[in-house]
């Protein structure tokens, strides 16, 4: 701020403001991205432990602001979500991914499924199942080369409805992933009873597998869990050799993370499939 406050109040009420100023125009540059197709959609791949192929993708969003350049999803998603641009965005999100993944197995390449993720909002919507099937009609994807991403905060809000909606949506054939496993509190008896396919290991816990004993425990103990109840276990934020052959020793079925490759561009995506097939 260039006026100082005569005492730590005002400053601080000063400092405030413009917070709330540059969020604001940040705002309307992201209502403005939304209008003129200013995001792109990264994949970064997700490999199967045992076999070392490419089965799979999580779609990231991208931002590229005119002047500010690339602006991180993890400060303009909660903006989104506390001005309701996070619905339209998702949308786009969505078709956009379920519309990439048809075109690569319309190019010839081996059938991937394509992680997307959800915002609470989203999951929210009235519409939200009828919107999901709708996108997957319009682009031709098949059901199970889809899925969604929530979080573990998903199975803390009115239970009954949450479970209603993922029953129908693994009816169609979608699988769904919890997102971020291990960072929330969802309890042992709703994971038990919700309809999920797939455990994601936050990457809090991967980056010091090799080091901490805490985490080493954890992450054993979440894909034991896992196992138990008859789902995947993914593991994200892989970056070394050393991560990968302790999640390959502890049995976690598929990884992801910068020593597979950083989220990229689709046709860079297709190089990286290439190269694998290739060996
Ligand atoms: P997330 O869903 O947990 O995504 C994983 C984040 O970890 C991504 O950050 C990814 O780029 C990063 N990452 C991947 N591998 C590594 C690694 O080896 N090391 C490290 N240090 N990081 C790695 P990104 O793309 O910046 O996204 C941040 C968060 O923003 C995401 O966390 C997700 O919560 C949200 N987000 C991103 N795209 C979307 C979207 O399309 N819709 C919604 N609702 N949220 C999104
Ligand atoms: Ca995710
Ligand atoms: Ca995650
Ligand atoms: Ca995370």
Request: proline share 3%; charged share 25%.
């Amino acid at each position: 701020t260039k006026q100082t406050g005569r005492n730590g109040y005002t400053f601080y009420n000063n400092e405030m403001n413009e917070k709330s100023r540059e969020k604001l125009s940040l705002g309307n540059d992201l209502h403005k991205a939304l209008l003129h197709d200013n995001f792109l959609l990264y994949y970064q791949p997700q490999v199967d432990v045992q076999s070392g192929q490419i089965i799979g993708a999580e779609a990231l969003i991208r931002w590229k602001h005119p002047e500010k350049g690339f602006i991180s999803p993890a400060e303009f998603i909660p903006l989104a979500e506390e001005n309701g641009l996070i619905l339209q965005m998702g949308e786009w999100v969505l078709r956009t991914a379920c519309q990439q993944n048809k075109a690569w197995q319309d190019a010839g390449y081996e059938p991937i499924r394509m992680s997307v993720n959800l915002s609470m909002h989203q999951f929210q919507q009235k519409n939200f199942i009828e919107s999901i099937l709708r996108t997957l009609e319009e682009t031709g994807l098949q059901a199970n080369y889809l899925e969604l991403e929530v979080t573990e905060s998903i199975a803390m809000y009115d239970i009954e409805n949450v479970i209603k909606k993922l029953d129908i949506l693994d009816k169609a054939g979608i699988h769904v992933s919890v997102d971020d496993f291990g960072t929330g509190y969802s309890s042992l008896n709703y994971l038990r009873r919700l309809p999920v396919h797939t455990l994601k290991i936050d990457q809090s816990f991967v980056r010091d597998i090799n080091i901490d004993w805490d985490d080493t425990a954890i992450v054993n103990s979440i894909i034991t869990l896992a196992h138990t109840l008859r789902m995947n276990v993914v593991a994200e934020g892989v970056e070394t050799q050393e991560q990968f052959a302790f999640l390959k020793e502890h049995g976690c079925d598929r990884i992801q993370g910068y020593l597979v490759s950083p989220p990229v561009p689709a046709g860079q995506f297709e190089q990286l499939v290439k190269k694998t097939v290739e060996g």
